[in-house]
Nanobody
Framework: QVRLVESGGGLVQAGGSLRLSCAASGRTSSAYGMGWFRQAPGKEREFVAA????????RYADSVKGRFTISGDNAKNTVYLQMNSLQHEDTAVYYCAAGYGLGLQSRYDYWGQGTQVTVSS
């Protein structure tokens, strides 16, 4: 079992930045990749960014390429999502997940509770 806890969400003006963190505990020795997903009101949850176990591969949704960066700190069992040039359309609840997919939601076995990101225009 893996427990994931997100933090770092909040209210930011358009053009600003936020860094989300996701701390993992439990069976962190498993070779899980990590991903970030988001769900805006009235919309389905969508893929944002993913990193493979060990950090060798990353993948981003087209809507965030060049603005968001996913990274990890294995020593702290934490994955980050640096979000720059935020837009109103980035407003959503952001979830981190652990699993064996590189962005495919169905391949993620564990999910955090989510953190709200609100971008004011």
């Amino acid at each position: 079992q893996v427990r994931l806890v997100e933090s770092g969400g909040g209210l930011v003006q358009a053009g600003g930045s936020l860094r989300l963190s996701c701390a993992a505990s439990g069976r962190t020795s498993s070779a899980y990749g990590m991903g970030w997903f988001r769900q805006a009101p009235g919309k389905e949850r969508e893929f944002v960014a993913a990193v493979s176990f060990g950090g060798g591969r990353t993948r981003y949704a087209d809507s965030v390429k060049g603005r968001f960066t996913i990274s990890g700190d294995n020593a702290k069992n934490t994955v980050y999502l640096q979000m720059n040039s935020l837009q109103h359309e980035d407003t959503a609840v952001y979830y981190c997940a652990a699993g064996y997919g590189l962005g495919l939601q169905s391949r993620y076995d564990y999910w955090g509770q989510g953190t709200q990101v609100t971008v004011s225009s």
